[in-house]
């Protein structure tokens, strides 16, 4: 590949619009995800103003979200974050398995990447500790997932300008 298509498709590639999905549940720790993530990417140069923030009632009506604007042709890359916790009645654990399912369905299904950040912890309280142990840990995880969607966005335009 010569240096002019390199440069073309990193400007194209940066001009590309991302959807980020949150659930509604726990935003004061969810939303510390897309912090991270729109941090990251605008330190590497992004147009983060491109990004879409998009929330959902709660991680189970994530997929289908994703689906939906995923189907626009819209998006470069769409990712997701959630916090699903233990309410004592073990729901979390298909909730959270059931989110992460549709959201790689929803990637194979319409070949637009899709990331999640869906946490389910063993232990999590309502407890300031807590709550600044998880939304420090988003923060890492939503610039983890920057850099996974960076990988995912410039393996694919490589492939389709080969």
Same mark, same amino acid.
């Given at each position: 590949?010569?240096?002019? $298509?390199?440069?073309?498709?990193?400007?194209?590639? &940066?001009?590309? &619009?991302?959807?980020?999905?949150?659930?509604?549940?726990? *935003? @004061?720790?969810?939303?510390?995800?897309? =912090?991270?993530?729109?941090?990251?990417?605008? =330190?590497?140069?992004? @147009?983060?103003?491109?990004? +879409?923030?998009?929330?959902?009632?709660?991680?189970? =009506?994530? %997929?289908?979200?994703?689906?939906?604007?995923?189907? *626009?042709? &819209?998006?470069?890359?769409?990712?997701?974050?959630?916090?699903?916790?233990?309410?004592?009645?073990? &729901?979390? +654990?298909?909730?959270?398995?059931?989110?992460?399912?549709?959201?790689?369905?929803?990637?194979?299904?319409?070949?637009?990447?899709?990331? $999640?950040?869906?946490?389910? %912890?063993?232990?999590?309280?309502?407890?300031?500790?807590?709550?600044?142990?998880?939304?420090?840990?988003?923060?890492?995880?939503?610039?983890?997932?920057?850099?996974?969607?960076?990988?995912?966005?410039?393996?694919?335009?490589?492939?389709?300008?080969?």
């Amino acid at each position: 590949m010569n240096q002019s $298509s390199t440069n073309s498709n990193t400007l194209n590639i &940066r001009d590309q &619009r991302i959807a980020f999905i949150h659930a509604s549940w726990h *935003t @004061d720790i969810v939303l510390n995800c897309w =912090e991270g993530f729109r941090n990251e990417m605008a =330190e590497r140069g992004y @147009d983060v103003d491109k990004f +879409d923030l998009i929330a959902v009632p709660g991680a189970y =009506e994530i %997929p289908l979200q994703a689906k939906l604007l995923a189907k *626009t042709g &819209r998006y470069a890359a769409i990712a997701c974050s959630a916090l699903v916790v233990d309410g004592g009645i073990y &729901r979390h +654990d298909f909730v959270a398995q059931a989110v992460v399912d549709g959201l790689v369905r929803v990637g194979l299904d319409t070949d637009v990447p899709v990331l $999640s950040v869906s946490l389910t %912890p063993h232990s999590y309280q309502e407890t300031d500790f807590h709550n600044a142990a998880f939304a420090e840990h988003f923060v890492k995880k939503g610039r983890e997932a920057a850099n996974a969607a960076l990988q995912i966005v410039k393996t694919r335009a490589a492939i389709k300008g080969a």
